[in-house]
C-alpha cells in the first residue's frame, strides 16, 4: 500500500490552507507531521477519509484516486485517533462492536490489552458490560482515550491516523496511551501529530508543515 499526495491545494474561501503538497508514505512506515497550530496538518490527514476534498490535486492509494474508492471502504480501511474521542452512551462492549458487530469475546480482550485499557476493564464489577454514560462521561479522557484504540484495532486498518491523540491528557494518562501507540506504530502503516520525542525520533518521514507548505521533510538526525 502506497499513500501518495500529488500536488496538493486547498482553498477555504479565498484562503489557501494547503499548498502544493507532495508526499509519499509506504507500507509499514510512519510519517510524523509537526508545526504550528493552525499550520495544515490536521486538514493534510483529514483528505484521506475524506473528510475534504482537494481543490487541485489528488491524494492516492496505490495510485488511485480516493475520490474513485467507495467512501464506506475506504473509510473502513482508515482507523482515526483524535484528541476528541466520542463514545455512545452504551457499555464498553457495545463501543467497541460498532468497529466490527462481529468481534469474538477473544477479539475484544486482545483488542484492549493491546490498547493497554483491560486491566481497568477486568477490574470493573460488570467488566466490558461496564455503562460509559452519554460521551463516555464516567470514564477519565485516558480511559477514553485507551478504549477509542482498542475500537480502531478492532478494524484492523491498513492506515492509522493519530492526532494529538494525547495532547489534553495529563502525564500519567499520557504515558500509558503512548505505551499502547508504541508498538502499534512498528507494525502498521501510520500518520502521528504533535507525539513525544521517542516517536518522532522513530518516525521514517518527519514533516514540518508551515502556513499550509511542506517546509521540510526528512529523519530525525536529518532535520536536526
Do not use: W
Not at 466520542?86 to 483488542?111: V, W
Amino acid at each position: 500500500m502506497i499513500l501518495e499526495y500529488k500536488n496538493v491545494n486547498i482553498f477555504q474561501g479565498k484562503h489557501l490552507v494547503l499548498h502544493d503538497v507532495n508526499m509519499e508514505l509506504h507500507e509499514g512506515e510512519m510519517a510524523y507531521l509537526t508545526g504550528a497550530v493552525g499550520s495544515g496538518k490536521t486538514t493534510l490527514v483529514n483528505l484521506i477519509p475524506r473528510l475534504y476534498d482537494t481543490t487541485a490535486g489528488t491524494v492516492t492509494f496505490d495510485g488511485t484516486d480516493v475520490r474513485k474508492i467507495d467512501l464506506a471502504y475506504l473509510r473502513k480501511n482508515i482507523g482515526i485517533v483524535s484528541q476528541e474521542t466520542y463514545l455512545f452512551n452504551g457499555t464498553i462492549r457495545d463501543n467497541l462492536l460498532y468497529a466490527k458487530p462481529d468481534a469474538t469475546e477473544e477479539e475484544l480482550i486482545n483488542a484492549c490489552k493491546k490498547a493497554n485499557i483491560y486491566e481497568f476493564i477486568a477490574n470493573q464489577e460488570t467488566g466490558l458490560d461496564t455503562v460509559v454514560g452519554n460521551r463516555g462521561l464516567k470514564l477519565s479522557g485516558g480511559e477514553k482515550q485507551r478504549i477509542s484504540i482498542a475500537r480502531v484495532l478492532l478494524k484492523d486498518p491498513a492506515l492509522m491516523i493519530f492526532d494529538e491523540a494525547t495532547s489534553a491528557l495529563d502525564s500519567i494518562s499520557e504515558q500509558k496511551i503512548q505505551d499502547a501507540i508504541e508498538p502499534l506504530i512498528t507494525s502498521r502503516t501510520s500518520i502521528l501529530i504533535a507525539h513525544r520525542l521517542s516517536t518522532i525520533l522513530a518516525a521514517d518521514e518527519i514533516l514540518v508543515i508551515k502556513d499550509g507548505v511542506i517546509a521540510e521533510h526528512g529523519t530525525h538526525s536529518q532535520l536536526v
